[in-house]
């Protein structure tokens, strides 16, 4: 949810009116009440096997996201497959070098 309020600030807050208002012996307040009429969440509206199915699947949905795996591709309920990743071409290195055999 997303939303965007603006408040202005109190008079007694106003650059060199603030000045004199620290000067009284008077303790201001302000306040600021706000209000969102807000809705329930889609899972109350189902059971509970079904709310803790959605929750599972759309935490998986962004694991995926999260992984770069394209969630699109995926089945629901099928074991994410991660993405392969090319082997390293380098040469495998030797256990021993005749070097580190003359000094046992």
Known sequence: MVDVKHVSAPVQE??????AAEALPVKFEN???W???LEPAIE???SPTEAETRV???ALQMRLQL???DAS???PGAEPKPESKPESKEAPQPES???ANENK
């Open 44 to 46: 109350a509206r189902m």
């Open 67 to 69: 992984q770069g795996i």
């Open 35 to 37: 209000h969102w009429v």
């Open 97 to 99: 070098t005749p070097a």
């Open 73 to 75: 591709a995926q089945k």
């Open 14 to 19: 106003l650059p060199v009116v603030d000045l």
């Open 56 to 58: 599972v699947h759309d």
């Open 31 to 33: 306040n600021v009440y």
